[in-house]
Nanobody
Framework: QVQLVESGGGLVQAGGSLRLSCVVS????????IAWYRQVPGKQRDLLAR???????SYVDSVKGRFTISRDNAKNTVYLQMNSLKVEDTAVYYC????????WGQGTQVTVSS
């Protein structure tokens, strides 16, 4: 059974930075693409950034240049470095496998204040 545990969220002022982590258990991370998503209450969960097994990254336009996704296969962990945070980045952040969605973790809340 795959488990996804996100952490690293918090309250930060606009312009600040946070680094999110997602520890994967029950699946060897190295051979899969994995992604970060976020969800605002009342809206759908959106994919923000993904990294392939080969290390190729892609981002939605709203976070391009500000967020960086990375992976440490030895630690079975994926990261999201978030810089220049904006109020509109406030959301719950999740990780998951974009080609084979597993049960969602609890997510980690990111709140950006003005």
């Amino acid at each position: 059974q795959v488990q996804l545990v996100e952490s690293g969220g918090g309250l930060v002022q606009a312009g600040g930075s946070l680094r999110l982590s997602c520890v994967v258990s029950g699946r060897k991370l190295g051979i899969y693409s994995i992604a970060w998503y976020r969800q605002v209450p009342g809206k759908q969960r959106d994919l923000l950034a993904r990294v392939t097994s080969g290390g190729t990254t892609s981002y939605v336009d709203s976070v391009k240049g500000r967020f960086t996704i990375s992976r440490d296969n030895a630690k079975n962990t994926v990261y999201l470095q978030m810089n220049s945070l904006k109020v509109e980045d406030t959301a719950v952040y999740y990780c998951n496998f974009p080609l084979r969605i597993e049960s969602w973790g609890q997510g980690t809340q990111v709140t950006v204040s003005s």
